[in-house]
DNA sequence: CTTTTTGTAACTATCGTGGTTACACTGCTA
DNA sequence: TAGCAGTGTAACCACGATAGTTACAAAAAG
């Protein structure tokens, strides 16, 4: 089982948050559905929970849609725990009840737990490190290299 | 979405198996689903998967299972790759097909790539780091603790 | 007041998971 | 060699998450 679309999703839609002209047609959910190649709805969904980690702000008729800070200031895992593609701290998934009876049953998941949650870490620290800068300066590049 | 405990199920499972007793019962698949607390039939689907990746040997009949390696020189990640929880480098699923005419939608596959196989290598190696002799060792320490 | 767009609910199809039954096959053992 | 304990697998089910879709009320801006 892989990590939602959702992740990949929010951070295209920031991109094209971050790279819109001011004085650009506006983004509507519609034009960003366009762009990912989905519904409008699967958009506005998302939307609605980078809106509510405070990374977006969304003015609801003829508005339009903002970035609440710079691109530098947002963290590719703010967005992965923005949409919440994997509850917090639950990477894995560990069977729960084992036989209490058993040494390793009532022990395995104690003794697992520590790499299990490094492991998670690890995934996360890297998230961590990259910024929606990152991306946006990347697409930037390799736009300019193939026309 | 979470990563299959098939993965915690079979490092359950080679724990049995790494600290079953020479002159003890056989560990038939009913025993190890008791431990685990589950059907044997999920325990054979599983065992089936870590003997395709040669890290147990399987006797039909009365027969009984044996690692073929010694804990540890059995990786953590190599029973995370046995169990195919995860499709090999691809953690995270990134929304196909979107559109080409434009640029966001024609570069962000790429620029999000390489960060996202880094996260997902990082995770990989916290569990490459670690052993079912690690795993059985934490289970016998707090086996000896509590009792 | 009309128009545009968002916010949501509701429904759908699809997929992976984990549990279960059923049964053929295997190989020891009496 | 017949019996039987256990594996290997197919088939089916229920459940939950995902992602797409339709529909419509609510929000503002002109």
Redesign the pocket.
Known sequence: ?QI???FSVAVHVLSLLALQQEDDV?????RMAGSVN?????I??I??QL?KAGLVE????????FLTRRPADISLLAVYRAVE?VAEGHLF?V?DKPNPACPVGRNIQAALDDTLQRAQTAMEQVLAGATLQHVTTDILAKTAATG
Chains 1, 2 share one sequence.
């Open positions: 089982m939602s679309s959702r506006l983004l509507t959910s519609e989905t519904n409008p709805v699967v506005r969904r939307l609605g809106k969304v003015r609801p008729a003829s508005g339009g849609t593609v998934s069977h």
